[in-house]
């Protein structure tokens, strides 16, 4: 092989390298965002967000963007939680007389209606952490501008809403850089009760430096004219087509003839007290 046909081989890699990978246009992920939150908060059954977070997962799992890890830490964080406290507050603690008790040990009692309702919330909740974390892991603030003008919301609340998903990586780093001002300054910061004391002025920080941003972002808005609702271009590259305009317009009517065939009885559902009751 010849020297100029190996650097043509590591010029077309190269190019291949940097390729944006292939996605869906962020326009068509809001869409299925909202209409999977839909589906899991307007059908009452388990079934649902059971069925929302095993496609997420998997999304996950095959997504070019998200790494597993990432995500699954950050669902575990904030979803563990609150199963334990659903669980003890619900589960342990129903407040009604006229249930039906699998376990009582004293004042605490295990029953069918305070789990189900237990169930139904965390699982409920964990479809929207977990979405939402799918979506914000992957995107970014020109992608998220771009998505919600393609949908026709105006410039100002587009910029605004991307501009609160870019605060999130910059109280990351202005977290990070304020711990390690203060190991530097002596403190050990890897004990959780100096971190504890060093709380109040991380957190006074942190809200000087948003509304900083937030006051900064704002002279960009009324400068660039986005408040006059102008023409935007899209800030990047977006694969889109007749396939994802079509996607777009059929994933709201089918969620909402799902709804309503829910509510109707059309298409019945068991709810979180029959199938723990089946158990």
């Keep these: 092989m010849s020297p100029a046909s190996s650097d043509t081989h ?59 890890r990432a995500w699954a830490m950050t669902v575990g964080l904030l979803c563990l939680p609150t199963l334990v406290v659903l669980i003890v507050v619900q589960g342990l603690f129903y407040p009604g007389t006229d249930v039906h008790v699998l376990r009582q040990a004293g004042p605490a009692r295990l029953s069918v209606e305070g789990l189900s309702i237990a169930v139904q919330i965390w699982l409920r909740v964990s479809a929207l952490i977990g979405l939402c974390a799918l979506f914000g892991l992957g995107a970014d603030s020109a992608r998220l501008f771009d998505g919600l003008r393609r949908l026709r919301l105006p410039s100002a609340v587009a910029y605004m809403c991307a501009s609160a998903i870019g605060l999130i990586p910059m109280i990351g780093a202005r977290t990070r850089h304020i711990i390690e001002a203060r190991q530097a300054r002596g403190w050990a910061t890897d004990c959780w009760r100096v971190r504890i004391r060093l709380l109040p002025g991380i957190v006074t920080g942190l809200v000087t430096a948003i509304l900083l941003t937030v006051d900064q972002r704002h002279d960009v808005l ?36 799902l709804i309503v065939a829910s509510v ?4 019945p559902l068991p709810g979180a007290a029959q199938l723990i009751g089946g158990a």
């Design 10 to 68: 590591t010029a077309v890699d190269a190019a291949e390298a940097h390729r944006p990978k292939r996605r869906l246009h962020p326009a068509t992920e809001l869409t299925i965002l909202a209409c999977s939150l839909l589906l899991v908060f307007g059908i009452p059954s388990p079934i649902v967000p059971v069925i929302i977070l095993t496609g997420t997962v998997v999304t996950v799992t095959v997504s070019p963007v998200v790494r597993l």
């Design 222 to 257: 009324e400068s660039s004219g986005l408040n006059a609702n102008a023409t935007a271009t899209a800030l990047q590259d977006h694969t889109d087509g007749t396939g994802q305009s079509l996607l777009r317009i059929l994933t709201p009517l089918v969620t909402i003839g």
């Design 264 to 267: 109707t009885g059309v298409l």
